[in-house]
């Protein structure tokens, strides 16, 4: 299968802070990312999506200045998580798929830590 | 509303067989997929129905009945490293996956 790179692993960071979370397709492009948070014993919630070139489409509840979302190119996606703070601390995923297809490949996914 | 349905926890014995369920109601569908996850990690793709029937692929098999909104899995010879979430996912008219909560599989020796 197609390979995405998501990086880094795992993150600690201060309180205030920002954090950028980087998602590349390695050997398709991606034209649709897809950015998902998942706690603890819990299902993955789908954060945004967002289509190489446009401006990403958030879910309601989500907050567009605070997890801004890049996908300036057909191989990479960037997530930014601005002023963190400690309920932030969460496990965020990505997935990409590449035109039509029905099928979308993960990142390995960052545990961020807020501290 | 959108509603996926799957049992939050199931114990099984080491080469046993093990049948986890699914239910889903969703606007409009475009198929049904299956993920295993363990624990810190992302999700790994098991499998994906779109038509009435059973997928069999090797020790996994995925049936789909579209008209009860119904879907299992089914792992055979179980082995140690089963033991993992398996996640349930419906794909709705507009192409996004709608998640299951997870089924905790745990396997026992």
């Known amino acids: 299968g197609a390979v995405v790179s998501q990086h880094p692993s795992w993150v600690i960071c201060k309180s205030g802070t920002s954090v950028k979370i980087e998602c590349r397709s390695l050997?398709?492009?991606?034209?649709?990312m897809f950015w998902y948070r998942q706690f603890p014993k819990q299902s993955l919630m789908l954060m945004a999506t967002?289509?190489?070139?446009?401006?990403?489409?958030?879910e309601q509840g989500v907050e567009k200045d605070k997890f801004l979302i890049n996908h300036a190119s057909l191989t990479l996606s960037t997530l930014t998580v601005t002023s963190a703070h400690p309920e932030d601390s969460s496990f965020y995923i990505c997935s990409a798929k590449q035109g039509a297809d029905t099928e979308a490949f993960f990142g390995q996914g960052t545990r961020l830590t807020v501290v | 509303g959108q509603n996926i349905d799957q049992p939050t926890e199931m114990t099984a014995t080491e080469g046993a067989i093990v049948q986890i369920n699914c239910t889903y109601q969703t606007s409009g569908f475009n198929g049904l997929f299956w993920y295993q996850q363990h624990a810190g990690e992302a999700p790994t793709f098991l499998s994906y129905?779109?038509l009435d029937g059973l997928e069999e692929k090797g020790r996994f098999s995925s049936f789909l009945s579209r008209s009860k909104g119904y879907s299992y899995l089914l792992l055979k010879e179980l082995q140690m490293k089963d033991s993992a979430s398996y996640l349930c996912?419906?794909?709705?008219?507009?192409?996004?996956?709608?998640w299951g909560a997870g089924t905790k599989l745990i396997i026992k020796p």
């Open positions: 996912a419906s794909m709705d008219s507009n192409y996004q996956l709608i």
């Open positions: 129905n779109v």
């Open positions: 967002s289509n190489e070139g446009s401006k990403a489409t958030y």
């Open positions: 050997d398709f492009q991606a034209t649709t």
